[in-house]
C-alpha cells in the first residue's frame, strides 16, 4: 500500500503505465511468490547468525537473477561471508557487487558494496585502502543526494586515522560522526565514538579532553546496559590516568574494570595494575599482577600481550636483583615480540637485556644485546619512513576528496531542486494530457536515463583524474621525501630534475580537470616557470624574468608535451645558465601567428657546455627533441648573448 501511495503522490503518470500493465504480469505470481519465499528463508537464516547458511542461499539466489536484485542479494552473501570471518571471500564478492552496480548504475548498491570493501580492508589491516573506499561511499552518497550511513562512514574513518598515527585527521572525523549520530539519537554508536575521539585525545597528550569524553561515553554505556563496553571504558581511564602519573586514580578505574565481571578485559587490565605497582615500587604486588597477567594471557593465545607483560616483568627482576629470572623471562618476551613482528616490544627488551648483562659483568652478552636494539631500531626508522609517506598520501587522499565531496554536495542540491521543478511540470501536465500519459512516460524514462548516464559518466571522468591526481602527488611526495636523504653527489639535482617534471604533469592534470576542450597555455607556461625557480631560488636569488607574451589557449594533448618541453628547458636554464652570474636574466616569448605558436626562452647566461649538448647521456635535450618530434615541431637552440632555445609548432584545433 505504501508503494501504491507513493507512486500516486509523486509519479501518477508511472501508476496508470503500472495499473495497464497489470493484467500482463499476474501470470508470473506464483513463481514469484516461491521465489519470495527462498529470500525470506535467506533472511532467516542470516537473521539467526547461521551465517554459512545464509551464505549458500545467497549465492544460489543471486544466480537467478541478472538485474538490480541479484546485485542486492550478492550483497548479502558477501556479508554473511564476512560475519564468518571469510574475508578473502567477502572482499571478492563485495567487489563483484561494486563492478555490477558501477557498470548499471545503481547507485544505492554500489554505495553499500564499496562501503564493504572499505569494511573489509579496515578488518584485515589494509586502513589506508580502506579510508580511499569509506571517502569514495561519501562522495556517492553525496551525488545521490543522500546521507544514509555517513555518521558510521566518518566513525570509521575516525577509527582508521587513529590506529595509522594520525590522530588530528582522525579527531575531525569522529566530530563529524558524533554530531550525526545525536542527529539520528544513535546512543550505541554515539558512546563508541566518544570512546574512540577520546583515546585519540590521549595519544596527543590532551588528557582533560579525553577524560571528559571518556566519562560521556562510560556513561552512555552504563544507560544502555553494555557491560562489556564499560569494562573498556573504565580500563581507557585508568589508562589516561595512568599517562598522568596520577597512580591512585589509575588503580581506582582498574579495579571497578574489574569489578563489572567481564573477563574479555581482564589480562590486559591486570597487566596495567602491575606496571601502576611497579611504578609506585610495590614490587610483590607488582610481582604477583604480572604473573596473573601472564597466565591469563597465555590461555587466551595472546602472544603479542605475553611479549610486552614478560618485557616488563623482565625489568622488575631486573630491578629486584634477580637476574636468572630476568633472563628466562626477557628472553621468552624477545623470542614471541619477534615471533610476532612486534617491533616496540622488541627493542624495549633487548634494551632491558643490555642493561641486565652490564650489571652482572657479561659484556659480551651485553654488547650482543645492544647491536641487536641497534638492527631493531634500523628496522623501526625505515617502518616510520614508510608510515610517513603513507600519512602523507593519506592526508592529501583526505583532503581532495573532501573538496571533491563540497563540490558534489552543491551539486546534487541543484540536481534535486532541478528533479522536483520537472515532477512539478509533470503533475501539471497530466491534467491536460491524460491521453498521453504512455508516450509521456516512455518519454520520461528515456529523458532520465540520459541524465542518469551523463551523471554517472561525469562521476567516472572526476574519478579518474581524481586517482591519477594521486598518484602523480604520491609520487611527488616520494621525490621530496627522498630529497632530505639525497647525500651522493648530483642526487640532490636528478631529484630536482623528476621532481620538476611530474610537478609539470600535475600542473596539467589539475588544469585539465577545470575545462574539457581548450586550456590556457600562457598562463600555464608562467606557472611552469614560477613553480621550477622555486627550486633553484636558493642558488639563484635575484633572477629577472621578462614576459613578452599573448593569450594563447591550446588542446589538452598539445599543451600536455608542449608543456614538458618547457618544463626541461627552464629546469636546463636554472641549472646550467646562472652560475657566477650577478644579473641573471631569463626572457620568456610566446605569439601566435596564423595558427603557428612562436616559443622562444633565453638567458643571459654563458652558455650551455657544447660537449654536454652533443652528448648523448643529456637526457634533457634528448626528452625534448623526442616531444618536439612527436609534436611535429620544429626545436632550435642558439647561443647568442647566453643560449637561446626556439621551439615553432603548428596549432591543432580543440578536440569536442
Not at 558524533?178 to 554515539?190: G, K
Not at 598518484?471 to 621525501?481: E, H, V, W
Not at 591550446?554 to 645558465?577: D, H, M, R, W
Request: aromatic letters at 10%; glycine letters at 6%.
Amino acid at each position: 500500500m505504501n508503494y501504491i501511495l507513493y507512486y500516486a503522490v509523486n509519479r501518477p503518470i508511472s501508476l496508470l503505465v503500472y495499473m495497464i500493465l497489470f493484467t500482463c504480469v499476474t501470470s508470473k505470481g506464483q513463481s514469484t511468490s516461491i521465489i519470495e519465499q527462498d529470500v525470506q528463508r535467506a533472511d532467516s537464516l542470516f537473521k539467526n547468525k547461521e551465517y554459512d547458511l545464509a551464505y549458500h542461499a545467497y549465492m544460489e539466489l543471486s544466480e537467478r537473477f541478472q538485474d538490480e536484485q541479484g546485485c542486492h542479494l550478492l550483497l548479502q552473501a558477501g556479508r554473511s561471508a564476512y560475519l564468518q570471518d571469510s574475508l578473502a571471500e567477502s572482499f571478492e564478492i563485495f567487489e563483484k557487487c561494486q563492478q555490477i552496480a558501477y557498470s548499471n548504475g545503481y547507485g544505492d548498491l554500489l554505495f553499500l558494496s564499496v562501503s564493504s570493501i572499505g569494511g573489509t580492508l579496515s578488518q584485515v589491516g589494509e586502513r589506508r585502502k580502506a579510508n580511499r573506499y569509506y571517502l569514495e561511499a561519501l562522495q556517492i552518497g553525496d551525488s545521490l543526494g543522500y546521507h544514509g550511513g555517513d555518521a558510521v562512514l566518518h566513525y570509521n574513518l575516525g577509527l582508521n586515522f587513529k590506529e595509522m598515527g594520525l590522530f588530528d585527521e582522525s579527531i575531525g572525523q569522529l566530530n563529524i560522526a558524533i554530531r550525526l549520530f545525536e542527529a539520528d539519537s544513535n546512543q550505541r554508536y554515539l558512546a563508541r565514538a566518544y570512546q574512540t575521539l577520546a583515546n585519540a585525545f590521549r595519544e596527543v597528550e590532551k588528557d582533560s579532553l579525553s577524560l571528559f569524553n571518556h566519562k560521556k561515553a562510560l556513561e552512555m554505556f552504563r544507560e544502555n546496559g553494555e557491560v562489556r563496553e564499560m569494562s573498556s571504558s573504565l580500563q581507557d581511564i585508568g589508562n589516561t590516568y595512568k599517562q598522568l602519573k596520577d597512580y591512585p586514580k589509575a588503580l581506582a578505574y582498574y579495579e571497578q574494570s574489574l569489578a563489572t565481571g567481564d573477563s574479555a578485559y581482564k589480562a590486559t587490565t591486570i597487566g596495567n595494575m602491575a606496571e601502576v605497582y611497579h611504578a609506585l615500587g610495590d614490587n610483590e604486588k607488582a610481582r604477583f599482577y604480572y604473573q596473573e597477567s601472564i597466565r591469563l594471557k597465555r590461555k587466551k593465545k595472546d602472544k603479542t600481550g605475553v611479549a610486552h607483560t614478560l618485557t616488563q616483568f623482565g625489568d622488575l627482576y631486573l630491578a629486584l636483583g634477580e637476574y636468572e629470572n630476568a633472563k628466562e623471562v626477557l628472553n621468552e618476551g624477545a623470542a614471541l615480540a619477534e615471533e610476532e613482528d612486534y617491533l616496540i616490544i622488541l627493542l624495549q627488551n633487548y634494551e632491558i637485556q643490555q642493561r641486565l648483562y652490564a650489571k652482572v659483568g657479561d659484556f659480551k652478552s651485553a654488547f650482543a644485546a645492544l647491536t641487536k636494539y641497534k638492527e631493531v631500531n634500523e628496522l623501526l626508522n625505515d617502518e616510520n619512513k614508510r608510515e610517513i609517506t603513507e600519512r602523507m598520501t593519506a592526508m592529501f587522499e583526505l583532503k581532495e576528496l573532501e573538496q571533491q565531496n563540497r563540490l558534489l554536495h552543491e551539486e546534487s542540491k541543484l540536481n534535486r531542486l532541478q528533479a522536483e521543478k520537472e515532477r512539478a511540470e509533470k503533475r501539471w501536465l497530466l491534467t491536460g494530457f491524460i491521453s498521453s500519459a504512455i508516450l509521456l512516460v516512455l518519454f520520461g524514462r528515456l529523458y532520465n536515463q540520459s541524465k542518469k548516464h551523463a551523471r554517472w559518466q561525469e562521476v567516472k571522468r572526476r574519478e579518474l583524474q581524481h586517482r591519477t591526481k594521486n598518484s602523480l602527488q604520491t609520487l611527488i611526495n616520494l621525490f621530496r621525501f627522498q630529497e632530505r636523504f639525497a647525500k651522493a653527489p648530483g642526487e640532490q639535482d636528478l631529484l630536482k630534475q623528476g621532481l620538476s617534471r611530474v610537478d609539470a604533469i600535475m600542473m596539467i592534470n589539475q588544469k585539465l580537470s577545470n575545462t574539457k576542450e581548450e586550456l590556457n597555455f600562457t598562463e600555464y607556461v608562467q606557472e611552469l616557470v614560477e613553480l621550477n625557480y622555486q627550486n633553484y631560488k636558493v642558488e639563484i636569488p635575484n633572477l629577472k624574468v621578462e614576459w613578452d607574451v599573448e593569450e594563447i589557449e591550446v588542446n589538452p594533448s598539445q599543451a600536455t608535451l608542449t608543456g614538458l618541453i618547457v618544463n626541461e628547458l627552464i629546469n636546463n636554464a636554472f641549472k646550467y645558465a646562472f652560475k657566477g652570474n650577478s644579473a641573471p636574466l631569463l626572457k620568456v616569448s610566446l605569439k601566435e601567428e596564423s595558427g603557428t605558436l612562436y616559443l622562444t626562452i633565453h638567458d643571459n647566461g654563458a652558455g650551455w657546455n657544447v660537449n654536454i649538448t652533443e652528448k648523448k647521456g643529456s637526457e634533457g635535450l634528448e626528452l625534448v627533441e623526442i616531444f618536439a618530434k612527436q609534436l611535429k615541431a620544429e626545436f632550435k637552440l642558439e647561443f647568442q648573448e647566453g643560449t637561446r632555445a626556439s621551439l615553432v609548432i603548428k596549432k591543432e584545433p580543440a578536440t569536442s
